[in-house]
């Protein structure tokens, strides 16, 4: 004869066991019992009141905990699974570096700013700038940029943005149009509609594809401002207010580089610098060396120099610090000692976006810059 356990209805256990009246049971290790009156049976460590004593139990206990043993662990491998799927979904999504998304709430970019002759821009005032392989410039009146970093900084993806090679035509798919501008054509084609402009995109060297700066930007929504005192194009959402932008022209204002600057891995150096820029060995891109000579004189200038090369990958208050401190570095070297790390320890400085700039005594009387990327 079977006693049913008034707590627990699905459990059954032998009279013969003299089970108390009232017990509960707690999951615990099942170990193999000997077998009472032909039955096939089970130790299972029941919790009863007032004793530890055990009782013995059918199969159908062994068929019911293995049930619920395998219910509670889907529930867990379930938990884990949405646990594992939270950590890792952002990475199936990887962000496009330099690039905003336009298409986010269906939402152009609030605010864009070129400068003509400085290879960098700056979107919602977002500084360091992101940088230009061609840097803007003016045809017939017109500001022309390159239609990557034209798109890009307009919210247009890359892969939103297509060139035919057959006919010379770029396209670029925006949140509220199409646009085809075709290479020595004065028309922009918008939503398939053709409408005449002053000017037609071009080639320049090295093969860059050139547009128009406002009628694309104009063709994607947005409204464009020229100013003239400081040869800027700002570009914002047709019908909102125009955004102040004074931070970012400033910004671009102080990248301004001599035309005649030569590029050392994707940096530009102010022609007849006096600094020292190590040319050869970069195995990433984004990283630059070069130090102030203290003997070369001229030292305000080579400043100068150092703070347009930080600026092409630091934020404004990254720089600052790291100039500051090379000046500490210079005075620790002409007045107490350069190989005392007390005076003057190699410092790093590590900027929003990422980069970072090692500033510390160089070899000879020199104060060493070392820029790299560290994500």
């Known amino acids: 004869m079977l006693l049913q356990n008034r707590k627990c209805s699905r459990f059954w256990v032998h009279d013969n066991c003299r089970a108390p009246a009232r017990f ?12 009472h009156d032909n039955h096939p049976m ?17 199969n159908q206990v062994k068929r019911d905990i293995r049930k619920e043993r395998n219910t509670v662990k889907r529930f867990i491998a379930l938990i884990i699974l949405l646990a594992l799927a939270v950590i890792f979904m952002p990475w199936l999504y990887p962000a496009m570096a330099d690039q905003v998304n336009v298409y986010e709430n269906r939402k152009l970019v609030k605010s864009v700013v070129f400068k003509i002759g400085v290879p960098y821009y700056v979107v919602n005032g977002q500084m360091p700038g992101v940088k230009i392989d061609v840097a803007p410039f003016i045809h017939n009146d017109r500001t022309f940029v390159p239609v990557r970093f034209l798109g890009n900084a307009l919210g247009v993806t890359d892969d939103r943005i297509t060139w ?8 670029l798919k925006g949140a509220k149009a199409t646009l085809n501008m075709t290479i020595g054509k004065s028309e922009v084609v918008s939503n398939g509609a053709a409408k005449a402009i002053d000017v037609a995109p071009m080639l320049v060297d090295p093969g860059r594809t050139m ?47 001599p035309v005649q600057g030569k590029t050392v891995n994707g940096y530009v150096i102010p022609a007849n610098t006096g600094l020292y820029v190590s040319t ?21 200038q080579q400043y100068a120099d ?11 208050d990254t ?40 500033v510390g005594g160089g070899g000879g009387d020199s104060v060493q810059f070392d820029l790299w990327k560290t994500n």
């Open 164 to 171: 035919d090679t057959g006919t010379q035509t770029a396209t």
């Open 306 to 316: 150092a703070e347009s090369i930080l600026m092409q990958a630091l934020d404004a």
């Open 319 to 358: 720089t600052a610090k790291a100039i500051d401190y090379a000046k500490q570095v210079e005075y620790a070297i002409k007045n107490i000692s350069r190989d005392n790390p007390i005076y003057c320890p190699t410092t790093t400085f590590t900027a929003p976006n990422g980069m970072a700039v090692r």
């Open 280 to 300: 050869t060995g970069y195995k990433y891109s984004d990283s630059i060396v070069f130090s102030i000579q203290l003997n070369n004189g001229n030292l305000q």
């Open 24 to 35: 509960s049971y707690f999951l615990g290790t099942i170990s193999p019992h000997c077998s």
């Open 211 to 257: 547009l128009p700066a406002r009628y694309v930007a104009e063709g994607l929504g947005y409204e464009v401002d020229w100013d003239e005192a400081t040869q800027t194009v700002i570009c914002w959402p047709a019908g909102e207010q125009k955004p102040d932008v004074s931070a970012a022209v400033d910004y671009l204002t102080r990248m301004v580089q």
């Open 42 to 58: 089970l130790y299972w460590r029941w919790k009863i009141k007032g004793t530890k004593t055990p009782v013995r139990a059918s």
